[in-house]
T-cell receptor, first 109, second 111 residues
């Protein structure tokens, strides 16, 4: 099983702060995806990264895929309360799409 | 609404009863996944369909669980003889290739 370890598990910050969350594995992935999930809802796809070293930006969110394609990071600039949620990374393993346990982010006004 | 649809949204059942959940994927997506998620955890992969073929099942999927996707369209997940440990959110997702699009899930409570 290709495990995805996410850190930190919990993060509580104030509005306006910057943060980075991490997704690490000992396995090489052909691609990695990031999702955000709100309580009681299904995860929502944010981005897919496929090339080692790739950087993608989505407004205040910056996603990076490691050169060796074993890890990824998500950086949020000037966090807002609307960014609160569970951030999940996922990668393919055979036909399955395996998820990490997520980083639970709370942004307070 | 052309997103992934799951029914019911909530299900409360007595231990030992059978339950069935339905998932209607995005129509042009040939890939379909089922997941189970408990509080504080990421989604756990249960099974994968490509069109009507069930190509992968997790070891988590005991013989009380069965899934179908007749004609490669909607899918059902049945749990027989439910146990309290089956209480969880059951999520369905469909995919064109990369990236999965999730439904809102079915929250199962076994009492």
């Amino acid at each position: 099983t290709q495990l995805l370890e996410q850190s930190p598990q919990f993060l509580s910050i104030q509005e306006g702060e910057n943060l980075t969350v991490y997704c690490n594995s000992s396995s090489v992935f052909s691609s990695l995806q990031w999702y955000r999930q709100e309580p009681g809802e299904g995860p929502v796809l944010l981005v897919t990264v496929v090339t080692g070293g790739e950087v993608k930006k989505l407004k205040r969110l910056t996603f990076q895929f490691g050169d060796a394609r074993k890890d990824s990071s998500l950086h949020i600039t000037a966090a807002q309360p609307g960014d609160t949620g569970l951030y999940l990374c996922a990668g393919p393993a055979g036909y399955a799409l395996n998820f990490g346990k997520g980083t639970s982010l709370l942004v307070t006004p | 609404d052309t997103g992934v649809s799951q029914n019911p949204r909530h299900k409360i059942t007595k231990r030992g009863q059978n339950v069935t959940f339905r998932c209607d994927p995005i129509s042009e997506h040939n890939r379909l996944y089922w997941y189970r998620q408990t509080l504080g955890q990421g989604p756990e992969f249960l099974t994968y369909f490509q069109n009507e073929a069930q190509l992968e099942k997790s070891r988590l999927l005991s013989d009380r669980f069965s899934a179908e996707r007749p004609k490669g369209s909607f899918s059902t997940l049945e749990i027989q003889r439910t146990e309290q440990g089956d209480s969880a959110m059951y999520l369905c997702a469909s995919s064109p290739r990369l990236g999965a699009f999730f439904g809102q899930g079915t929250r199962l409570t076994v009492v």
